[in-house]
């Protein structure tokens, strides 16, 4: 079975430019999940999917980001305008309805805004 | 507001010895307790979890003990080997709501030979 996947896994943009952020979820699990770690803090939560709705997104820092989840299987993270405070490593996770607690964690993506 | 804190932030153990990191939540809320496992270039993985209706969980060399009146919560890494030298963090969240997982800071284990 395949795990979580995240693309790209590193990434490199300007102050002022746009990023898009894909998470593949494990296949079958409804859970999706957006965290960040931003350098030597707590992995902070972003939001929740349940399918292709929004559950849960009050750890969106601000309007500039945006999140989908078209048709229920991949989701996207879109920063746009990237701002410096927005570097950091960006987690996708996923989970079943049988074992929800139990989350399964992408590699991460690495945002470098300069 | 830091929900859970996490302590030490970095931690060396030679082989064959005992690692024990410390945690401490504040939510009362929270009643789901995992621990996670990061090696480098990798996401965080689940080690090992307990629930507050239990003191202690144990998964091969590694042990959970849980204080609920105390509001803490450490895990034990016995024998440590240097495969285990990775990032840990404690986290919790709250089965009656939404999922979300409350992580602490993380502590770098480091286990030298």
């Known amino acids: 079975e395949a795990g979580v996947t995240q693309f790209p896994s590193h990434s490199v943009i300007e102050k002022g430019q746009t990023v898009t952020l894909r998470c593949d979820p494990i296949s079958g699990h409804d859970n999706l999940y957006w965290y960040r770690r931003v350098m030597g803090k707590e992995i902070k939560f972003l939001l929740h999917f349940v399918k292709e709705s929004k559950q849960d997104e009050s750890g969106m820092p601000n309007n500039r980001f945006l999140a989908e989840r078209t048709g229920g299987t991949y989701s996207t993270l879109k920063v746009q305008p990237a701002e410096l405070e927005d570097s950091g490593v960006y987690f996708c996770?996923?989970?079943?309805?049988?074992?929800?607690?139990?989350?399964?964690f992408g590699p991460g993506t690495r945002l470098t805004v300069t | 507001q830091q929900q859970v804190k996490q302590s030490p932030q970095s931690l060396i153990v030679q082989k064959g010895g005992i690692s024990i990191i410390n945690c401490a939540y504040e939510?009362?809320?929270?009643?789901?307790f995992p621990w996670y496992q990061q090696f480098p270039g990798k996401g965080p993985a689940l080690l090992i979890a307990i629930r507050p209706d239990v003191s202690e969980k144990k998964e091969g060399r590694f042990t959970i003990s849980f204080n609920k009146s105390a509001k803490q919560f450490s895990l034990h890494i016995m024998d440590s080997q240097p495969g285990d030298s990775a990032t840990y963090f404690c986290a919790a969240s709250s089965t009656g709501g939404y999922q979300k997982v409350t992580f602490g800071t993380g502590t770098k284990l480091q286990v030298i030979p």
């Open positions: 939510n009362t809320a929270f009643d789901y």
């Open positions: 996770a996923s989970s079943s309805w049988t074992s929800e607690y139990e989350q399964y």
